[in-house]
């Protein structure tokens, strides 16, 4: 009873008056606040940033600021990044990031500004934060601070060839034992193609081996130790590696999305690894656009444990401006903007915008859109977002789970011994405090 | 004007050309001195994974001695030194006597002989990453339509470094050709006619007179390269970015990754200077051989 009153009494009033002060903040949310600022915006110049700065000219007239965007492709924008906050300088109010790459990275060198209030407090009334996708929102939350917005949602998802399927009689796999089974099946029912490829680069393996790695019931680290040697973890590394040594394109070990899209798009890949956002590069020119399907990565032991990631936009820690920086955010992540981006082919972080009727008219127009967002989907209610070692760094681990893998494609170390020094190299990572 | 007063004059105006000249050239010592100086001061720093930096004295440079990859890379970069500087100084100058000798030579296909090293490395780089392609290259595409088995190039541990010094070699022995010719034009023909009335043929003035005539230019181009090749970096990016596994990690992609990837940028300043210095060293044990092969 007690409880009840409390509720009825206190917290129902409280949260009615916080709403209430919330909608007069929204009301009150002018987006012209900061005309004549300048942002600067440092970008990964990919497609998702490509589709945001399509409407560049929207946000100059909708607040009056000028956006200045200063883009590089993804490793030279880091580089970029890493000079400018090392030097404490205000020159970049508003940059890309993954949360899922270096997010432990940054939070800890302090380089995120805290939008948690910005967030809850300073909103236009359409924005509506709580409509994000939650998962992304908390691998972007650090220590209790939300560090960036989510800009779309992306991840490995498993590309086939419905035609060559059909001719060598085999049906969609549903485990991964069933894409090894497929991959020796086309091997020998059409040896002119490539029955498998995902990414073999060192750096890169990471991103396609962790959904391996959750799949078959793996971790990366356990009793904080790495744990490359456990038995889950020799599985994946001698499923994926395999799976690329006896079914992969001759010089995998170089490959990345670049090559993997080449390779499927010109019809000589039977089965592909690779990111959602290629969809749009692999259906260029159309040639595969009536005979692909679309899956999430095939279950293992474990299940579906696809990895789900996603870009964010993060404030500069050093800016000068953070309310305005913020505006840009808001701006870019809002649902109209998200939208827009959706129709360009960016999956939305919004389940509300993959709902809306414009975007589902477009994704209805073609069967492998649909199967797409089916598997975003998944991706969106099932995703992990670990891709490497959930440490502050991650992006050095990579480098040695790439090593475990290229060492097993190449055949240069036994099994036992590639995955013992990957974790003894993994060890010391994670010991660096 | 007495020599006296001649002489204040002198003096007045050197002392006035040095003030007027003087803030461009502390800008420029400043420009080359800080960076040098700034990467020194940066190589006794250690910088933990989250930025934070502390004074590291020779830490960095007892971490080298220790540091496996540094060794590896060390000898991937010499590997790619010694072969890609011989390929590029052989072929530069057979090119050199193919374009001096053949006088007649339309202008455009001089012109596309030395071509490639006019292109942007990345550019070139980019090109042969899709002409080597294993699976959908034109390399692998013409060994086999000749009835030789495709090979998988930059994908292989063992073909890796001789790949990147052919594609480096592609680009640069023109470069290579044009310093020799130069060199070959500027002979004095008294000597070839001298060997021509002793009755020397031009398989014996090749090995007994240009050869060691052209010897200081070559030892020019030899410098020249070196520095770039000691230092080499945007074709191995682009095409192979150290791997596969660190068949071609070199220092400068090791350095690069330790910095801009791992944000140790202490370590990698050290791995730097280290570089800085073997290539200073190369370039004193060349111009050394250059005093010694003048004439």
């Known amino acids: 009873m007690k409880a009840r009153m409390l509720v009825t009494h206190v917290a129902l009033p409280v949260l009615a008056i916080a709403a209430a002060s919330a909608q007069a903040r929204a009301a009150d949310f002018d987006w012209m606040k900061f005309k004549g600022k300048t942002v600067t915006f440092l970008a990964n110049n990919n497609p998702v940033s490509q589709a945001l700065l399509t409407y560049k000219a929207d946000f100059e007239k909708l607040t009056g600021m000028t956006l200045k965007v200063d883009g590089y492709q993804e490793q030279q924008m880091r580089q970029r990044l890493v000079t400018v906050m090392n030097a404490n300088s205000d020159e970049v109010d508003v940059f890309m990031t993954l949360p899922s790459r270096e997010g432990e990275q940054f939070a800890a060198a302090g380089w995120y ?122 599985e994946a590394l001698d499923t994926y590696s395999r799976l690329l040594r006896d079914f992969g394109p001759p010089g995998v070990v170089n490959y990345s999305f670049q090559q993997i899209s080449a390779l499927y798009r010109s019809g000589r890949a039977a089965m592909a690894f690779e990111s959602s956002n290629e969809l749009r590069t692999v259906m260029e020119g159309g040639a595969r656009l009536k005979d692909t399907g679309l899956l999430p990565f095939p279950a293992g032991e474990a299940g579906q444990v696809p990895t789900t990631i996603g870009w964010g936009m993060a404030v500069s820690s050093h800016s000068r401006q953070p309310d305005a920086a913020w505006y840009f955010v808001q701006w870019a992540t809002s649902p109209e903007v998200q939208k827009k981006m959706a129709l360009q082919g960016i999956a939305p972080p919004r389940p509300s915008v993959a709902k809306d009727p414009e975007y589902r008219k477009w994704i209805d127009e073609e069967p492998v859109r649909k199967e797409w967002q089916a598997a975003l989907d998944v991706l969106a209610t099932k995703g992990s977002s670990e891709v490497g070692y959930p440490i502050v760094a991650n992006p050095e681990s990579r480098e040695f789970i790439g090593q475990a893998v290229q060492d097993l494609i190449l055949k240069q170390k036994p099994i036992d011994q590639a995955c013992a020094d990957a974790d003894k190299a993994l060890d010391a990572l994670i010991a660096q405090k | 004007m007495s020599d006296a007063a001649a002489t204040i004059t002198r003096d007045r105006q050197r002392l006035e050309m040095s003030a007027l000249s003087a803030p461009a050239v502390i800008f420029t010592v400043a420009m080359i001195a800080f960076p040098v100086v700034y990467t020194i001061w940066l190589g006794f720093q250690t910088f933990s994974s989250t930025g934070k930096q502390s004074f590291a004295g020779l830490a960095n440079y007892s971490k080298l001695i220790s540091d496996y990859e540094f060794w590896h890379g060390l000898w991937i970069t010499i ?53 080597l392609d294993p699976s959908l290259g034109a390399a692998n595409y013409i060994l086999q339509s000749l009835g030789l088995p495709p090979s998988d190039w930059l994908a292989s541990p063992s073909l890796v470094i001789p790949t990147i010094a052919l594609i480096d070699s592609w680009q640069w022995t023109p470069y290579v050709a044009l310093i020799v010719l130069g060199g070959l034009q500027s002979l004095p023909p008294s000597v070839y006619e001298a060997a021509q009335i002793d009755g020397a043929t031009p398989f014996k003035t090749f090995p007994r007179i240009t050869l060691p005539l052209l010897l200081p230019t070559i030892v020019t181009a030899a410098i020249l390269r070196s520095v770039d090749l000691l230092r080499f970096f945007d074709i191995i990016y682009i095409t192979t970015q150290g791997g596969p596994g660190n068949a071609s990690n070199t220092l400068n992609i090791y350095g690069f990754r330790v910095g801009f990837e791992f944000f140790n940028i202490g370590y990698a300043s050290a791995l730097m200077l280290t570089l800085t210095a073997i290539v200073f060293g190369a370039v004193l044990a060349f111009n050394r051989l250059r005093g010694a092969v003048a004439w």
């Open chain 2, 79 to 131: 590997a790619l030194f010694v072969l890609s500087l011989v390929l590029q100084l052989v072929f530069g100058v057979w090119l050199a006597l193919v374009l001096f000798h053949a006088k007649r030579l339309p202008g455009i296909v001089r012109s596309l002989f030395i071509s490639p090293f006019m292109m942007p490395p990345v550019v070139a780089g980019m090109m042969w990453l899709v002409i």
């Open chain 1, 113 to 234: 500004g805290d939008l948690t209030a910005m967030a809850k407090n300073d909103v236009a009334r359409e924005y509506d934060p709580a409509g994000l996708s939650q998962a992304l929102l908390k691998a972007a939350t650090f220590g209790g601070k939300l560090t960036s917005m989510p800009m779309n949602i992306e991840g490995p998802i498993f590309y086939y060839r419905t035609d060559i399927f059909k001719k060598c009689g085999i049906e969609a796999p549903k485990t991964i034992k069933d894409v090894e089974a497929a991959a020796e099946k086309i091997k020998t029912c059409d040896s002119a193609v490539t029955p498998f490829v995902s990414r073999g680069l060192k750096p890169a393996i990471a991103y396609t081996f962790s959904n391996v790695l959750h799949n078959v019931g793996g971790s990366y680290i356990a009793a904080g130790k790495s744990n490359l040697c456990s038995a889950k973890g020799k």
